[in-house]
Nanobody, 123 residues
Framework: QVQLVESGGGLVQAGGSLRLSCAAS????????MGWFRQAPGKEREFVAR?????????SYADSVKGRFTISRDNAKNTVILQMNSLKPEDTAVYYC???????????????WGQGTQVTVSS
């Protein structure tokens, strides 16, 4: 079983930055795809970013965060980072770390989820 624990959420002003971390533990396969989703109250959970290792590292982002958010991995510490810059009030949500059970996510849903961390961006 894999456990994912997020940290780094909080309250920031619009235009500010925040760094989220996801630490994985349990039965870890380091090359499996990982990513971030978010969910605002009354909204559907939406994809934010994903990182995959298949023939090299690849990343993908939702259009709404492209150019502002960066996903990366610290292999030595088995953590995934979401660096969020130029934050907007629309980014306010609970952010969830996710892990797939394949090296490429494709159309599959994540197999594991963290419990979420709150990000609030004030105007």
């Amino acid at each position: 079983q894999v456990q994912l624990v997020e940290s780094g959420g909080g309250l920031v002003q619009a235009g500010g930055s925040l760094r989220l971390s996801c630490a994985a533990s349990g039965r870890i396969f380091s090359n499996y795809a990982m990513g971030w989703f978010r969910q605002a109250p009354g909204k559907e959970r939406e994809f934010v970013a994903r990182i995959e290792w298949s023939g090299g590292t690849s990343t993908s982002y939702a259009d709404s965060v492209k150019g502002r958010f960066t996903i990366s991995r610290d292999n030595a510490k088995n953590t995934v980072i979401l660096q969020m810059n130029s934050l907007k009030p629309e980014d306010t949500a609970v952010y969830y770390c996710a892990r797939w059970r394949s090296v490429v996510a494709g159309t599959l849903p994540p197999s594991y989820w963290g419990q979420g961390t709150q990000v609030t961006v004030s105007s």
